[in-house]
């Protein structure tokens, strides 16, 4: 088994690496977050002082963060410290071009990177259920491979190019999120016209109108009242920029994408950034009802 070195422990990555740990493979472990070292080391992981000590000797390089901005920051901190032939993975939500001029960077000095941003939330971390979806040399996929197959259920090659499993992740989660608003604003109305929502719902997920918002959102924590995906507005909000950025640098225009993220901006200034992401419905009915 490699020897890996994990860098960002919170919501996502600090399940992933107790799933290796549990596993039988060797973690040395960072985080800004001392408190998140030490629950890590209680499970069995080694404790970096700093990203760079985390590197060091490493054969595997797993990075969990909030975006491109502190996975740049974290290249520039451990460029110098990491070994030639060490494969760096980076499972952060970020941009194909962030991946790809990192890959640029460390291949310089004979380190090799690969993207492999998740999807599943952070029950799905907890779960060892989580999507991987990975770009980069194939030779690279297939030696990480049993890495990812001890936190996730759905393990994709989506393409050769390092930045092609952001590619897919950004997508994704455009679809995610267009899905909820879409969704929560035909349960709206349909309460409007007085039908019972949670036979709505199950109208929806027995025909083609069905989605992961009607299947799982809407009866499990909107319906339910629990509002708590563990996924804030303000990374909602985050991810969607970076998918109009994403469509800035492919001189697409994204004519629904761009009015999706508009909307989840409203939400998030109406809910505040802390809100789960599920309170977009509240937002619509909020919009859609008249008083």
Not at 157 to 181: E, F, Q, R
Not at 246 to 258: H, I, N, Q, T, V
Not at 270 to 288: I, K, L, N, P, S
Request: charged content about 25%; proline content about 4%.
């Amino acid at each position: 088994m490699p020897q890996v070195g994990f860098i960002g422990l919170g919501d996502m990555g600090g399940p992933i690496a107790t799933h290796l740990i549990d596993a039988g493979i060797d973690v040395t472990a960072f985080d800004l977050e001392r408190e998140r070292i030490e629950a890590l080391v209680d499970a069995g992981a080694t404790p970096a002082d700093s990203a760079s000590d985390a590197v060091r000797s490493a054969d595997v390089v797993i990075l969990s963060l909030p975006g491109p901005d502190a996975v740049n920051a974290v290249v520039d901190e451990i460029e110098s410290a990491i070994e030639s032939e060490t494969i760096l993975v980076d499972t952060t939500t970020s941009t194909p071009l962030t991946t790809e001029r990192i890959a640029e960077r460390l291949n310089a000095r004979g380190a090799d990177v690969i993207g492999a941003p998740i999807s599943g939330g952070k029950m799905g971390a907890q779960d060892g259920t989580l999507s991987v979806m990975v770009g980069g040399d194939r030779s690279l996929f297939e030696a990480c491979r049993p890495l990812f197959e001890t936190f996730a259920t759905d393990v994709f090659y989506v393409g050769a190019g390092p930045g092609d499993g952001h590619t897919a992740k950004l997508l994704n989660n455009y679809l995610s999120y267009t899905t909820l608003l879409a969704t929560s604003e035909a349960v709206v109305l349909g309460d409007i016209a007085g039908l019972n929502r949670e036979l709505l719902v199950d109208v929806f997920n027995a025909s083609t109108g069905r989605s992961s918002a009607s299947e799982e959102k809407l009866p499990e924590q909107i319906l339910s009242g629990d509002y708590d995906t563990g996924f804030p507005l303000d990374l909602t909000e985050k991810d969607l920029r970076l998918f109009t950025q994403f469509g800035e640098e492919c001189d697409a225009p994204l004519m629904l994408g761009s009015v999706v993220r508009y909307l989840v901006g409203y939400a998030r200034s109406h809910q505040g950034d802390d809100a789960d992401m599920t309170r977009v419905y509240d937002f619509v009915e909020a919009m859609m009802v008249r008083k």
